[in-house]
């Protein structure tokens, strides 16, 4: 697709739309992102992507992203905030904050931002970033979906460095992570940053070379995004099916509709994890279905049998109004369609499956890779 450049909020809708669609339940907030580049444009910044190979082997990048989970907090949880006096944002952009502090740290700026994952806010979140420090955003992102862990980005499957790495709260607290035992526990020290801050933090890091930066990168998924997006719009316009729409933008195979009749949910090490229960409406009626998810959907049951597992794509939407539907916004009594379309190319080899398939979630299933044979609906 080459650069491109948004120019209206409709352009910004179809993009939150598909990456949201493409997070797999996860990836953020599509109201923050629809919010991110409603400002933006507002501001009259140029946002947008640039095709990857204009990447050069010694350019350098680094990565930006929300950190934590979107679920809603508890009573005591407010009575804590407010009793800790935590009622108005020292750094309402903190995503632009920890950009800042990571090119202090470094001592130059790198020249792209990376997008670290496919989703509402986690996608919108960097390109806005670009846009107010005057850098570029190449077309692709490191996961090519959402993951609830870092060690499951493509640079981690790589072995590359993610420190030094900074985190920072709205509420106006920084940390720079300078060295760290390994991934996860890296992962581990963000996510209790990220539960001290009630639930979200920014963080920067992943500081690549141009040529590592293109071995890894997931090619050309923004573009992806806007374009699923579209399609999901046009046909509401066109009075067609949406999500026969999503599934033919995808490659993905509609395996089920029905309403979530329950939820069994908490906030898990700072993950938001559990379960979904479905009942069947319309081709599905008389069955039921349940997904695990940890923060984004893993497992997918459809009766007594696995329907689908990661690191195939579970995705989810509202088969009415057209719009994906991420695990923190889903409420009892919703109906929404699932999809699920095959792993991304990066994730189909023996150690990603590793870090992405059930066994990893502690699930007794082997991963056994979906086949789409068929477009649209069945």
């Given at each position: 697709?080459?650069?491109?450049?948004?120019?209206?909020?409709?352009?910004?809708?179809?993009?939150?739309?598909?990456?949201?669609?493409?997070?797999?339940?996860?990836?953020?907030?599509?109201?923050?992102?629809?919010?991110?580049?409603?400002?933006?444009?507002?501001?009259?910044?140029?946002?947008?992507?640039?095709?990857?190979?204009?990447?050069?082997?010694?350019?350098?990048?680094?990565?930006?992203?929300?950190?934590?989970?979107?679920?809603?907090?508890?009573?005591?949880?407010?009575?804590?905030?407010?009793?800790?006096?935590?009622?108005?944002?020292?750094?309402?952009?903190?995503?632009?904050?920890?950009?800042?502090?990571?090119?202090?740290?470094?001592?130059?700026?790198?020249?792209?931002?990376?997008?670290?994952?496919?989703?509402?806010?986690?996608?919108?979140?960097?390109?806005?970033?670009?846009?107010?420090?005057?850098?570029?955003?190449?077309?692709?992102?490191?996961?090519?979906?959402?993951?609830?862990?870092?060690?499951?980005?493509?640079?981690?499957?790589?072995?590359?460095?993610?420190?030094?790495?900074?985190?920072?709260?709205?509420?106006?607290?920084?940390?720079?992570?300078?060295?760290?035992?390994?991934?996860?526990?890296?992962?581990?020290?963000?996510?209790?940053?990220?539960?001290?801050?009630?639930?979200?933090?920014?963080?920067?890091?992943?500081?690549?070379?141009?040529?590592?930066?293109?071995?890894?990168?997931?090619?050309?998924?923004?573009?992806?995004?806007?374009?699923?997006?579209?399609?999901?719009?046009?046909?509401?316009?066109?009075?067609?099916?949406?999500?026969?729409?999503?599934?033919?933008?995808?490659?993905?195979?509609?395996?089920?509709?029905?309403?979530?009749?329950?939820?069994?949910?908490?906030?898990?090490?700072?993950?938001?994890?559990?379960?979904?229960?479905?009942?069947?409406?319309?081709?599905?009626?008389?069955?039921?279905?349940?997904?695990w998810f940890r923060n984004e959907n893993h497992l997918?049951?459809?009766?007594?049998?696995?329907?689908?597992?990661?690191?195939?794509?579970?995705?989810?939407?509202?088969?009415?109004?057209?719009?994906?539907?991420?695990?923190?916004?889903?409420?009892?009594?919703?109906?929404?369609?699932?999809?699920?379309?095959?792993?991304?190319?990066?994730?189909?080899?023996?150690?990603?499956?590793?870090?992405?398939?059930?066994?990893?979630?502690?699930?007794?299933?082997?991963?056994?890779?979906?086949?789409?044979?068929?477009?649209?609906?069945?």
């Open positions: 697709m080459g650069e491109f450049w948004l120019k209206s909020q409709q352009e910004a809708e179809d993009l939150v739309r598909g990456a949201t669609l493409l997070g797999t339940g996860g990836g953020g907030s599509p109201e923050e992102g629809r919010r991110l580049f409603s400002e933006a444009l507002a501001q009259g910044l140029k946002v947008g992507w640039v095709d990857a190979e204009t990447i050069r082997d010694d350019d350098y990048t680094m990565c930006v992203s929300f950190m934590g989970n979107r679920a809603r907090l508890t009573p005591e949880d407010e009575r804590k905030k407010l009793a800790m006096g935590l009622t108005d944002f020292t750094y309402p952009d903190n995503l632009v904050k920890a950009a800042e502090v990571l090119i202090e740290v470094l001592g130059f700026r790198p020249k792209y931002v990376i997008c670290p994952e496919l989703g509402g806010s986690n996608t919108p979140g960097p390109l806005c970033v670009a846009a107010k420090l005057d850098l570029l955003v190449p077309d692709g992102d490191y996961a090519g979906r959402a993951l609830p862990e870092i060690a499951q980005c493509t640079p981690c499957l790589y072995g590359l460095p993610m420190l030094p790495m900074v985190s920072v709260d709205k509420w106006g607290d920084i940390t720079v992570i300078r060295a760290s035992r390994n991934y996860s526990m890296a992962e581990r020290v963000g996510k209790m940053l990220a539960m001290a801050a009630f639930g979200n933090t920014a963080l920067a890091g992943f500081v690549l070379s141009g040529k590592d930066t293109k071995r890894v990168l997931v090619w050309h998924t923004l573009s992806q995004s806007l374009e699923v997006g579209r399609a999901i719009r046009k046909a509401l316009e066109g009075g067609t099916d949406p999500v026969a729409a999503a599934a033919r933008a995808t490659g993905a195979k509609v395996v089920f509709e029905g309403e979530l009749v329950n939820a069994e949910t908490g906030v898990v090490d700072g993950y938001y994890q559990g379960y979904h229960y479905f009942i069947g409406r319309g081709d599905w009626q008389g069955q039921e279905a349940r997904i997918l049951w459809i009766g007594d049998g696995v329907g689908a597992t990661s690191p195939d794509m579970i995705m989810q939407m509202d088969p009415s109004s057209g719009e994906p539907v991420p695990n923190h916004s889903l409420e009892v009594g919703r109906c929404v369609a699932i999809l699920v379309a095959p792993a991304r190319q990066a994730h189909r080899n023996k150690k990603a499956i590793e870090q992405l398939g059930p066994r990893h979630y502690g699930f007794d299933i082997d991963y056994s890779p979906i086949s789409v044979d068929t477009e649209g609906r069945g």
